[in-house]
């Protein structure tokens, strides 16, 4: 089965934030990491379900899913499996802490 993966406006505004970060300290290596991680995520339009459930699942009343990326697995893209329609709900740094519930239901579509 094939997934339709779509970024809410508040994932895609965290991209964006991610690699502006990564664009002052490495401008060469910031188009690579940016394009790589749009990859992995269109990756999940084929068997979302092999990414594990993410902690903030405990806190809400739907199945969050967390994709790791980078080098580190540094980042953390946050969503839910509906239908046939993958959610990229929030991308944030491993080094923060879990999502609240706010962070990801204010930014469903």
């Known amino acids: 089965m094939t997934y339709q993966v779509l970024l809410t406006d508040r994932a895609a505004g965290d991209l964006d934030e991610a690699y502006q970060w990564c664009a002052e300290r490495a401008p060469e290596a910031a188009v690579g990491w940016y ?49 046939q329609t993958v959610v990229v709900l929030h991308i944030r740094h491993t ?15």
């Open 35 to 83: 394009n790589g991680f749009l990859d992995a995520l269109g990756s999940l339009g084929h068997n979302p379900e092999r990414c594990p459930v993410a902690a903030e699942t405990r806190k809400l009343s739907v199945e969050i899913r967390q994709l790791l990326y980078g080098r580190l697995r540094s980042y953390r893209a946050l969503f839910l499996v509906r239908e």
């Open 95 to 109: 080094a923060r802490r879990e999502a609240n519930p706010e962070d990801l239901l204010q930014s469903e579509t």
